[in-house]
């Protein structure tokens, strides 16, 4: 089946700095999605990209759609506390209602 | 903001018994889903929804699963007969069209 390996694993960094986080893909996908999960709630969309080479930002959020439609990154920059949880990369193929989710990038900041 | 919202956020059961798990979508959403989540593992696809039939769904979801919209505005999940491997968190989530998906806070199931 369709796997989705994101990385990193986790992050450990100091408040203020950039983040950048990635997804690659085993088949092509037509959408991809970027959620961030707290503990104990449900996946929040953060970015959503429908074609390939599109770039996105939502706030200090920008992620892009690659070009061979394998792969998404997600950048966060100047992070801040609250940006602390797991990220999830998620993908749809052509034809499909699934979205197949990645493993995960867990945020964490350093004091 | 518009939001999915799941009842109960916990439910604690028995192992054989069933349960049904409660979501309302988004009001003008078109297309539902069930996802679950076991503990410290990715989201994984259950089941999806649309035009009152299930359009697609994976191999979790065997002859125990079904799913339901009774109305206008539930949309539900049975498991009939509860294994301890069903214990997970839940998800329901809805789109307006086949693109983003926004998820509820879910329900945690623990199977005894």
């Known amino acids: 089946g369709q796997q989705l390996n994101q990385s990193p694993q986790s992050m450990f960094i100091q408040e203020g700095e950039d983040v950048s986080m990635n997804c690659t893909s085993s088949s092509i996908f037509n959408t991809w999605l970027w959620y961030k999960q707290d503990p104990g709630e449900g996946p929040v969309l953060l970015i959503a990209?429908?074609?390939?080479?599109e770039l996105t930002s939502n706030g200090r959020l920008t992620a892009q759609f690659g070009i061979t439609r394998k792969d998404s990154f997600l950048n966060i920059s100047a992070s801040i506390p609250s940006d602390v949880g797991i990220y999830f990369c998620a993908g749809r193929d052509f034809g499909n209602e699934k979205l197949t989710f990645g493993t995960g990038t867990r945020l964490t900041i350093i004091p | 903001e518009p939001e999915v919202t799941q009842t109960p956020s916990h439910q604690v059961t028995q192992m054989g018994q069933e349960v049904i798990l409660r979501c309302v979508p988004i009001?003008?959403?078109?297309?539902f889903y069930w996802y679950r989540q076991i503990l410290g593992q990715k989201v994984e696809f259950l089941v999806s929804f649309y035009n009152n039939e299930i359009s697609e769904k994976s191999e979790i979801f065997d002859d125990q699963f079904s799913v339901e919209r009774p109305d206008g505005s539930n949309f539900t999940l049975k498991i009939r007969s509860t294994k301890l491997e069903d214990s997970a968190m839940y998800f329901c989530?809805?789109?307006?069209?086949?693109?983003?998906?926004?998820f509820g806070n879910g329900t945690r199931l623990t199977v005894t």
């Open positions: 989530a809805s789109s307006e069209w086949s693109g983003a998906l926004h």
């Open positions: 009001s003008n959403h078109l297309y």
């Open positions: 990209l429908y074609k390939a080479g």
